[in-house]
């Protein structure tokens, strides 16, 4: 199983918008994809056209003592784990009853998915019990932010934290990628070469510039490829996918 961790810096930088049009890429490909939703935003789900009204999802089940990972499927053929509408004291209550140092490890084995599958755990910016497990257990960590300075400013200051440096093995397997990058922003490039030079060769190669039409499909509570088939960010999305794709063809030879 291929488990892929994606988390924004902060929020509002494009990490679950990145979980969704990263899964259907994948799915075009070929692969097969189970998109689990870690993020209390629950907003992974409006990007598989699942219903405004729904609260239906694994956390919420968890807490009312239902089986919890029942998926659903859209119909362009995604299955994904939606986290849940919970009220704040009900997330309080998931936290301290329900989740614990293994909670993630044994829901992910009872998963019991094949080992060519791609599993992409969408988790929020925040560092809690929940998002380490999900960290730990991945197998590939792609960070996403925006080439602005409070971006740098954050980044700067978790390589510095313990969350990231005194931890090799969570360091050696995270990677960036940049979001909404402006193509006529001059700004944006610029911000753009500092973090390369601050990454080095943890910056993926590969840049999401900002388009219109992802904002679109979320409106239309689907992805960018089926909402705008012949647009930049596909491409882009695309080009991402493969990077992945051949990453862990590396990563799995003997």
């Known amino acids: 199983m291929r488990v892929l961790c994606v988390q924004g810096l902060q929020a509002g930088v494009g990490g679950s918008t990145i ?28 990007h598989f056209n699942m219903d405004w009204q ?22 362009h053929g995604i299955s994904f784990l939606p986290f849940g509408q919970l009220t704040y004291q009900t997330h309080q209550r998931l936290i301290v009853e329900y989740l614990d140092d293994n909670k993630l490890h044994y829901q992910l084995n009872s998963l019991d998915l094949s080992p060519e599958t791609w599993l992409i755990l969408n988790i929020s910016s925040d560092i809690n019990l929940l998002n380490k497990q999900a960290l730990a257990l991945s197998n590939f960590i792609l960070r996403v932010f925006e080439p602005s300075v ?37 700004l944006d490039h610029e911000m753009t070469l500092v973090f390369k030079n601050l990454l080095l060769n943890k910056l993926l190669p590969i840049n999401i510039h900002f388009d219109e039409s992802i904002k679109e499909a979320f409106a239309h509570k689907t992805t960018v490829n089926i909402h705008a088939p012949t647009s930049t960010a596909v491409r882009e999305f695309r080009t991402l996918a493969i990077w992945l794709m051949s990453y862990f063809n590396r990563l799995e030879q003997p």
């Open 19 to 46: 979980s969704a049009n990263l899964a259907r890429m994948l799915l075009e490909l070929n692969q097969k994809v189970l998109v689990f939703d870690l993020n209390p935003n629950n907003l992974l789900r409006l």
């Open 54 to 75: 729904n609260s239906v999802g694994w956390a919420l089940n968890l807490t009312q003592k239902k089986l919890w990972c029942a998926a659903f499927e859209c119909e």
């Open 150 to 186: 409070a971006n740098l400013s954050l980044l700067i200051n978790s390589m510095q934290s313990n969350y990231i440096v005194n931890d090799a093995e969570l360091s050696n397997k995270s990677f960036f990628v940049i979001n909404k990058l402006i193509p006529h922003s001059e």
